[in-house]
Every structure is written in structure tokens, then in C-alpha cells.
């Protein structure tokens, strides 16, 4: 295995580790039973991992053309991510972008086929991270824009289905666990409601109509590293 190989792995090591909803929807298992961390230690934590591994790659001595193609591509891949939680900051900008790393997650664990107790299990454990994980999202979350706002309030309803379907799911497959997964949901359906009373109380919208826009830098140096 070539040392761009190598780092490549190590990325996604890190991706998976601090992305565990993208885990369980690539098929991985072993992170399914948690959510991400997107709190402002989280995030610093994150992106030093990120900026640590981009060091890595500049200084890689690559062995031709075809390795110097991959490691631009995974140089571009992590200056994008780094960028995008340093400028664009969606962690406390964007209220949909905790519900959709929450939903995405459970979605996820509905698209195994059956593996016995050890799918439900990790669909226990996840749901019953999800106030945690709204009440970080709550205080993180600073003056977002209406526009993001409105569209996780839209969300809502779809995310609270989502919720009684993987108690129904998971029940169903094990009933043994249906009482705790019962609880469990009980607890997400009170945290997304929380989160929503907040989007319309507590976290007052930007005053700036114009705040949901990521610039003409961020828009070009996505065009450039990432397309």
C-alpha cells in the first residue's frame, strides 16, 4: 500500500470516527450506535484532525502521476472541510444541519437487512443520544438565518415519523427491546420538539437577509477544490 494509500485510510479513519452517520450509510457497523460530536470543542477537535492529516499529504513524497492525482484529491477533499466548519460554520449557522446528521443516522440503521439484536441495539443507543445531541445542537446554534430556520422547522414532522418507525422497526425485530426502544423514542420525539419551540423562541434569526449565503470566495474555492 502506497503512503497516499495509507492517508487515505487514516482520512477516513477520522471521517467516520467524527461522522458516524456517514459511517452507518456506507455500510460500516461500528460506529452505529452513536452520534457525531458538533459542539465547539467537537468542532475544534474535528477540524484539527482535519488540518493535521492535510499537513500529512503536502508533505508526501509521491511516486508518479497517477499518486500525485490522489493525493490533490484528498488535499482538496480535506481544505474544503477544513474551510467549510472554519468559515461557513453550519455547526452554529444552520439548525438543519444537526437534524439532518440526526436523521440521516437512524435513516441509516432502516435500510439493514435484519441482523438479529445487534442492529436494534445500535438504534437503542442512537436514539438515546438524540436529546444530548439536540441540546448541544441548541447551544451551539447562534442567530442562524430565517432561511435555515424555516427549513429545519420543515423537517420536523418528517423527523418525528422517522423516530416512531425505527421504534416500529426495531420493536418489531426484537420485541425483547421494545419497551427500552419505546423509551428511547419517547425521549427523541420530546427533544425534537425542544429543538423546534427553540428555532421559533429562543435562537433569534440573523437580521441580515442575506446571512444564509456562503460569498462569492467560498462559492469559487468550492468550484475549485471540490468540482
Not at 446554534?141 to 429545519?152: F, G, Q, T, Y
Not at 470566495?217 to 471540490?226: E, I, M
Request: proline share 4%; net charge negative.
Amino acid at each position: 500500500m502506497s503512503a497516499v494509500d495509507e492517508l487515505c485510510r487514516s482520512y477516513l479513519d477520522a471521517r467516520w470516527h467524527f461522522d458516524p452517520s456517514a459511517a452507518s450509510a456506507a455500510g460500516l457497523t461500528a460506529h452505529d450506535g452513536r452520534l457525531g460530536r458538533y459542539d465547539e470543542a467537537g468542532v475544534r477537535e474535528l477540524t484539527a484532525a482535519l488540518r493535521a492529516l492535510a499537513g500529512a499529504a503536502e508533505e508526501l513524497d509521491v511516486d508518479g502521476q497517477e499518486e500525485e492525482i490522489d493525493r490533490t484529491a484528498l488535499l482538496d477533499e480535506l481544505r474544503v472541510a477544513v474551510f467549510r466548519f472554519q468559515h461557513e460554520q453550519p455547526h452554529r449557522r444552520n439548525p438543519a444541519f444537526w437534524l439532518r446528521h440526526l436523521l440521516d443516522g437512524l435513516h441509516a440503521l432502516t435500510t439493514r437487512a435484519s441482523t438479529g439484536g445487534e442492529t436494534a441495539g445500535a438504534a437503542l443507543a442512537r436514539l438515546r443520544e438524540v436529546p444530548a445531541f439536540l441540546d448541544a445542537g441548541r447551544e451551539t446554534l447562534k442567530e442562524p438565518p430565517r432561511v435555515l430556520s424555516d427549513a429545519a422547522l420543515a423537517m420536523l414532522g418528517g423527523g418525528g415519523e422517522l423516530v416512531v418507525a425505527v421504534v416500529q422497526r426495531f420493536g418489531t425485530d426484537t420485541p425483547e427491546l421494545r419497551p427500552s426502544l419505546e423509551e428511547a423514542g419517547a425521549g427523541a420525539l420530546a427533544a425534537l420538539k425542544v429543538f423546534g419551540a427553540a428555532l421559533t423562541g429562543r435562537l433569534t434569526p440573523s437580521a441580515d437577509p442575506t446571512a444564509f449565503a456562503a460569498g462569492e470566495d467560498q462559492f469559487n474555492r468550492r468550484l475549485h477544490h471540490a468540482h
